[in-house]
């Protein structure tokens, strides 16, 4: 059974940074894909960003490109989200997710598995 955890969210002023972390527990994280989808209020869940096992593929959205960056740490088996020049339309429910494949996606509905959610919250 894979479970993932989030931790790192918080409240932060506007062009701030977080770090968030995605642990997994149950099985490795190599060598599938991962990635951070994000769900503000009353909106649908969207993809932020996504890494390869190899970590030669990353994607992001077009609305954090420049200021966010995935990693990986397959020995810690941990992912990261380092969050820099933050913006209060980043506020939001942020999610890990792993897949069951190498490939990125930015369908959630290619992932599988799931962390219970970290809230990131950005005051103007």
């Known amino acids: 059974q894979v479970q993932l955890v989030e931790s790192g969210g918080g409240l932060v002023q506007a062009g701030g940074s977080l770090r968030l972390s995605c642990a997994a527990s149950g099985r490795t994280l190599s060598p599938y894909a991962m990635a951070w989808f994000r769900q503000a209020p009353g909106k649908e869940r969207n993809f932020v960003t996504g890494i390869s096992p190899s970590d030669r593929t990353t994607e992001y959205a077009d609305s954090v490109k420049g200021r966010f960056a995935i990693s990986r740490d397959n020995a810690k088996t941990t992912v990261y989200l380092q969050m820099n020049n933050l913006k209060p339309e980043d506020t939001a429910v942020y999610y890990c997710?792993?897949?069951?494949?190498?490939?990125?996606?930015?369908?959630?509905?290619?992932?599988?598995?799931w962390g219970q959610g970290t809230q990131v919250t950005v005051s103007s």
């Open positions: 997710a792993r897949r069951t494949s190498v490939l990125v996606s930015t369908d959630e509905h290619d992932y599988p598995y």
